[in-house]
């Protein structure tokens, strides 16, 4: 148990399906974060929001669109998704988003997602 | 930018076996360096970490230390376990980048 809940751990959707993934930490964190894993491919990190406010976005479809209505909560809205967007998506949460801190970030265990 | 690579998989040894991954970084500055694990069916954990030069993260018999001259933050651990298995993911954060990821070394430990 990190403190980091994921739900669902899975999900399977079809492609004009509209769906959300949800992530709730109990660490009293300020930072929270959206990572997709592929097979065979390293961490890619999508979204961070720091104090409820998006500070990055790295050039992810629209497709997936994140709401982060407190620090404690984050979703990410899936819709119209295609076959490749199948991965785990991990949610993660720090203390800060700042860098050069040292800071651990803390993961969820995942959500596994399959689109077909 | 930062970036991370460690030896690639998957690496298999039988209990009792001496581990060590391989992990070198490019990065400007100061970083500080992570190893992360993730067993099957979950998501990633800390294992250990390093924030400045010759520092020596450890935890559940695994040590790296943070070698600057060589640009390296190898994991080792001097006996593995079947419950060992899993993949293991070196990481640096520094400068203006977030968290930047290996491509992970999946170990497998046969008993």
């Known amino acids: 148990e990190t403190g980091v809940t994921q739900t669902p751990r899975h999900l399977v959707m079809g492609m004009t399906n509209k769906k959300s993934l949800k992530c709730e930490q109990h660490?009293?964190?300020?930072?929270m974060y959206w990572y997709k894993q592929s097979a065979k491919k390293p961490l890619e990190l999508m979204f961070v929001?720091?104090?409820?406010?998006?500070?990055e976005n790295n050039s992810v479809p629209s497709r997936f669109s994140p709401e982060c209505p407190n620090s404690s909560h984050l979703f990410l809205h899936l819709h119209t998704l295609q076959p490749e967007d199948s991965a785990l998506y991990l949610c993660?949460?720090?203390?800060?988003?700042?860098?050069?801190?040292?800071?651990?970030?803390?993961f969820g265990e995942g959500s596994w997602l399959t689109v077909v | 930018g930062n970036s991370v690579t460690q030896m690639e998989g998957p690496v298999t040894l039988s209990e009792e076996a001496f581990l060590t991954i391989n992990c070198t970084y490019t990065?400007?500055?100061?970083?500080?360096l992570f190893w992360y694990v993730q067993y099957p069916g979950e998501g990633l954990q800390l294992l250990l970490k390093?924030?400045?030069?010759?520092d020596k993260g450890s935890n559940k018999g695994f040590e790296a230390t943070y070698r600057k001259e060589t640009t390296s933050f190898h994991l080792e651990k001097g006996s593995v376990q079947v419950s060992d298995s899993a993949v293991y993911f070196c990481?640096?954060?520094?400068?203006?980048?977030?968290?930047?990821f290996g491509k992970g070394t999946k170990l497998t430990v046969n008993p």
């Open positions: 993660a949460s720090s203390l800060t988003s700042k860098t050069d801190s040292g800071n651990t970030i803390y």
């Open positions: 660490l009293g964190h300020n930072a």
């Open positions: 929001y720091n104090f409820k406010e998006q500070t």
């Open positions: 990065a400007t500055g100061y970083p500080s």
């Open positions: 390093a924030t400045k030069a010759d």
């Open positions: 990481a640096l954060e520094g400068g203006s980048e977030k968290l930047v």
